[in-house]
């Protein structure tokens, strides 16, 4: 019912910027939560930000002061702009979303299928 699409992965040096999106499309009455998560080979998913209705957010500690995520709800879209990259930010970004497709029911929470990030000189 809801498909999550990430885009603007790649390839960059160290010091580099990217800008992610995340478009949501489907059956959705309302947004809940969008945020970012990132899965290095042979790690864990980890959290990189998540963002609430109320502009409340959260990011994990190794991006703290780098990265910055926005939402522009009229497009249903969610952003993560990533400055001063490192070779330790390499992984496959993973975005989410918590949804309700109607005006009452429950939340369910879509992943998208990911975007490679890779970060070397």
């Known amino acids: 019912q809801v498909q999550l699409v990430e885009s603007g992965g790649g390839l960059v040096q160290p010091g580099g910027s990217l800008r992610l999106s995340c478009l949501a499309s489907?059956?959705?009455?309302?947004?809940?939560?969008m945020g970012w998560y990132r899965q290095a080979p042979e790690k864990q998913r980890e959290l990189v930000a998540v963002l609430q209705n109320g502009n409340n957010t959260n990011y994990g500690d190794s991006v703290k002061g780098r990265f910055t995520i926005s939402r522009d709800n009229t497009k249903n879209t969610v952003y993560l702009q990533m400055n001063s990259l490192k070779p330790e930010d390499t992984a496959v970004y993973y975005c989410?979303?918590?949804?309700?497709?109607?005006?009452?029911?429950?939340?369910?929470?879509?992943w998208g299928q990911g975007t490679q990030v890779t970060v070397s000189s």
């Open positions: 989410n979303a918590d949804i309700n497709h109607h005006i009452t029911g429950p939340t369910f929470r879509y």
């Open positions: 489907g059956t959705i009455f309302r947004i809940n939560v």
